[in-house]
């Protein structure tokens, strides 16, 4: 039977100044209702370039260590939040969209 250690310290190996980094709003990381994996793609979602043009199979190609799947399931969580905003803009003939905007919330009003 292994020993049972209560004590346990954080050591930290920080990247040297000029290296790429990433912003990310501490509350992000704080909020106590995001699990680590909503954390983690909230900070590839806002790290991606502005004129991104996001789908989930491009997303998946990027960043495939993840399935689509899990992936849909993150996005409609973070969406249930308040994280992530949808807004459809068209429909084809058959009634499906064709183009989507993510709106993504660094911050949400929780008012």
């Given at each position: 039977m292994g020993i049972l250690h209560?004590?346990?310290?954080i050591r930290k190996?920080?990247?040297?100044?000029?290296?790429?980094?990433?912003?990310?709003?501490m509350d992000i990381v704080r909020s106590?209702?995001?699990?680590n994996a909503e954390i983690g793609l909230m900070l590839r979602l806002l790290n991606l370039p502005d004129a991104w043009?996001?789908?989930?199979?491009?997303?998946?190609?990027?960043?495939?260590?993840?399935g689509q799947t899990t992936l849909r399931t993150q996005?409609?969580?973070?969406?249930?939040?308040?994280?992530?905003?949808?807004?459809h803009h068209q429909r084809d003939d058959r009634g499906l969209f064709l183009k989507t905007t993510l709106i993504i919330h660094e911050i949400i009003d929780k008012q």
């Amino acid at each position: 039977m292994g020993i049972l250690h209560t004590d346990m310290s954080i050591r930290k190996i920080r990247a040297k100044a000029g290296r790429s980094f990433a912003r990310l709003d501490m509350d992000i990381v704080r909020s106590a209702e995001l699990t680590n994996a909503e954390i983690g793609l909230m900070l590839r979602l806002l790290n991606l370039p502005d004129a991104w043009e996001y789908s989930d199979a491009g997303y998946h190609h990027v960043y495939p260590a993840d399935g689509q799947t899990t992936l849909r399931t993150q996005l409609k969580s973070l969406e249930a939040k308040g994280f992530i905003q949808r807004i459809h803009h068209q429909r084809d003939d058959r009634g499906l969209f064709l183009k989507t905007t993510l709106i993504i919330h660094e911050i949400i009003d929780k008012q």
